[in-house]
């Protein structure tokens, strides 16, 4: 069966990713995406994309739906008032999706949120922001015995800490390091994240609200 050729913007897109996850978004050109994607026209980029905020945009909008739509998927058979159920319908398709060939999604979005363009996360499809939504505020529901701003933060945390998990395993299997079979990963992922947000709340963590306790927001995306 012959293969499809890949358009010039879907290898640009797919050169993009690989690149922003390898040297960060400031450490790449777009002159340079656009030679990796083998387009002599220094200027071939920003001719389909505009600029390097629309690039990353196109990258997001080719991944998300995918994930978005694996999410309600798995949404739909979940266990009511589990919590881990709910931590797997949100977790699962990020460490799916960083088992893919030639995936560097992952990378791209622990890079993406670390530079100068992560504002570029706010403008994501509403009905994904929905999802991430209802999954905060389901999780919230099942954690009643962690007061606030700890349970939201810890909430926050676990969504981060899975993206940047698979990230290095993603990296890890770039670059052909041995990682765990993809079954034990996902199991230490879920009871990890599970075990992290049920734990019990230390009074003087759960009460401090001051950035000098140590509070932090990490905005995760995907």
Not at 64 to 93: F, K
Not at 98 to 111: C, K, P
Request: aromatic share 4%.
């Amino acid at each position: 069966m012959a293969t499809i050729p890949r358009s010039t913007k879907e290898q640009i897109i797919d050169e993009a990713e690989r690149l922003f996850a390898a040297h960060g978004l400031d450490g790449v050109s777009l002159r340079q995406i656009g030679a990796a994607a083998g387009n002599a026209n220094n200027s071939a980029v920003q001719y389909h994309f505009g600029s390097k905020d629309q690039l990353v945009r196109a990258i997001l909008d080719t991944r998300l739906p995918h994930l978005d739509e694996r999410r309600q998927m798995l949404m739909a058979h979940r266990r009511p008032n589990d919590l881990r159920s709910w931590v797997e319908c949100y977790v699962l398709p990020i460490l799916e999706q960083g088992e893919q060939v030639g995936s560097h999604y992952l990378s791209f979005i622990a890079m993406l949120q670390q530079s100068a363009h992560r504002d570029v996360l706010t403008t994501i499809p509403e009905r994904v922001r929905e999802s991430t939504r209802a999954f905060r505020e389901q999780v919230a529901a099942l954690l009643p015995h962690v007061p606030e701003p700890l349970r939201t933060h810890r909430i926050t945390q676990a969504m981060a800490f899975s993206v940047h998990a698979t990230a290095d395993r993603e990296r890890a299997r770039d670059h052909g390091h041995e990682v765990l079979p993809f079954a034990v990963h996902v199991a230490d992922i879920l009871d990890g994240l599970v075990g992290f947000l049920e734990a019990p709340a230390i009074a003087s963590s759960a009460t401090s609200t001051s950035p000098r306790s140590g509070a932090s927001s990490i905005r995760p995306g995907g």
